[in-house]
């Protein structure tokens, strides 16, 4: 950073100098005029008595000019050092703490103030910068380090986005005791050691939390404990006796004439599937919900950001969110987990992988996936995922289906299903669907109504029309109710295959 050869001589005036400036000038101003009138020679004492003051105003900030020059000059020996983290979760408060350090700082700097001010990133917020210091506090000994003075200081950042959150240099705001004066100085970021950057990632902690658990209540196979689901899976576990509710179709005849009873075939879920997800990053992902100021306060804090309304979690951050859980049940029952982002500003390939570290596998992988404003290209998502996976796989493709994409996202899922077993998620805003549980109050609601409808009638049209010609698992959702209906298709598809 270049600093201009006049930055130690630039001081600006606080709000006290102004009015202490402008209190002095007007009292002086009425006095020498009231001087000139009859009656009023009185007030020439009063008049050489504000010209005294006026001097010792002049002294007082020569002095604070004095002093802040000097302080300036050793601001560039105090060192910044910043904390923080390196992965951050999404809607989550972390601690973020700056080290200020030094080997010596002049006794005349201890009365002085200082405002820090860290440029933390544009994708987080926090309330609690500047902070205030005086020189007292940095002349404390620092705990960490003998040879060095100085002290630490915190604040809650919270992460609004995900991403790589990317923090600048830090700003100091220099103050004497009168207050009359104040010196800016930069610390550039080059020059703050530690954290410069970090990761913000989706808080896994709070989906499994709020989502997994409530799941798991609802269904008997919400992936908590990992169960064989006998008779009806698609892996051939045993041969045993008939049971009454057993599908003849399973009847074992060979073994029932040799043991002269009925024996019937006995299969279990498919274990070590793997699951490759397709995300759609394209422009139809981008939608975020507005919602109204009445309903602001029946909403966690995480999910809106401070300043506005508009809720943050776009259908791109669902679906991630839905993936995860999905990978989190589908790892308890030994099934792999990967992905393939496409027409999005960064797109990335995920190879399906499970164990105790996939999920954080994912988080790493996905934290800055956005989506972006181009047109989704399903047809180059399905060649590579059909070069990716040779193997027998459940694709999973979530996106938002717009008519004109019909007939390319069509044969998509034909070629899909050649080898694979496909589930088709399209998502579509909850807006639409809480618009259609209000009554039209005037015509103008009525036409808004009817539109709404007959574009929500045109997507169970397309669902209906995509299950039927290509075999694929159609499920119709929105972002909210995602979780639960990817699941339930991740169930049935894992017992009874695509019907």
């Known amino acids: 950073m ?34 000139l009138l009859d009656g009023f020679g009185a007030l020439v004492w009063v008049a050489w008595l504000l010209r005294l003051i006026g001097l010792l105003i002049v002294l007082a900030f020569a002095l604070d000019y004095l002093w802040l020059f000097l302080a300036y000059r050793h601001m560039g020996q105090m060192s910044v050092t910043r904390h923080a983290d390196n992965n951050l979760s999404v809607y ?18 201890h009365a002085l103030s200082f405002s820090v001010m860290d440029y933390y990133p544009s994708i987080t917020q926090t309330d609690q910068l500047p902070v205030t210091v005086s020189g007292y ?3 404390d000994d620092n705990p960490h380090d003998d040879d060095l003075q100085g002290l630490t200081i915190s604040y809650p950042l919270y992460a609004n986005e995900r991403g790589l959150a990317v923090f600048g240099g830090v700003d100091w705001l220099i103050s004497t005791p009168l207050g009359l004066l104040a010196k800016f100085y930069h610390t550039p970021k080059a020059d703050v050691q530690g954290v410069a950057d970090v990761r913000i990632l989706v808080n896994f902690k709070a989906l499994v939390q709020g989502n997994l658990l409530a799941v798991s209540k ?8 990992k169960k064989r689901r006998k008779g009806q899976g698609q892996d051939f576990h045993q041969i045993r006796s008939y049971t009454e509710g057993d599908s003849i179709r399973h009847i074992h005849w060979k073994a029932t004439a040799r043991q002269q009873r009925l024996m019937t ?11 490759l997800f397709l995300l759609d990053c394209g422009q139809n992902m981008r939608h975020t ?20 309304n508009t809720e943050r979690v776009s259908h791109l951050d669902k679906a991630l969110n839905a993936m995860l859980l999905l990978a989190e049940v589908a790892n308890r029952q030994a099934d792999a987990t990967g992905f393939i982002s496409f027409s999005g500003e960064i797109n990335k390939t995920a190879m399906p992988k499970k164990g105790a570290k996939v999920i954080s596998y994912l988080l790493n992988q996905t934290f800055d996936l956005q989506a972006s404003m181009h047109a989704p290209d399903y047809m180059s998502a399905t060649r590579q995922a059909l070069s990716l996976q040779k193997r027998r796989s459940l694709i999973i493709l979530i996106t938002n289906i717009r008519t004109a994409n019909t007939d390319e996202i069509m044969g998509a899922l034909q070629l899909l299903t050649q080898k694979h077993r496909v589930i088709l998620v399209n998502l579509y805003e909850s807006d639409l669907k809480h618009y259609l549980q209000n009554t039209p109050q005037s015509v103008q609601d009525a036409l808004t109504y009817h539109s709404i409808k007959s574009y929500l009638d045109t997507q169970k049209q397309i669902n209906a029309s995509l299950a ?15 979780p639960q209906k990817l699941l339930d298709g991740y169930w049935q598809v894992k017992r009874f295959g695509v019907v």
């Open 2 to 35: 270049k600093t201009s050869r006049f930055a130690p001589f630039a001081i600006r005036a606080n709000k006290r100098a102004v009015w202490l400036l402008l209190t002095w000038t007007t009292l002086m101003l009425a006095c020498e005029l009231l001087v």
């Open 289 to 308: 919900r507005f919602i109204p100021d009445d309903k602001l306060a029946n909403l966690e804090p995480w999910q809106v950001s401070n300043g506005d």
């Open 137 to 139: 506090q940095l002349s």
């Open 468 to 482: 039927q010609s290509t075999g694929t698992l159609v499920i119709s959702s929105t972002p909210e109710e995602l």
């Open 218 to 225: 609802r269904t008997n196979t919400g992936g908590i404990i």
């Open 265 to 275: 075939k006995e299969y279990q879920d498919e274990a070590d599937q793997e699951i």
């Open 92 to 109: 989550e408060y972390a601690n973020v703490s700056l080290g200020l350090y030094h080997e010596y700082l002049p006794s005349f700097c």
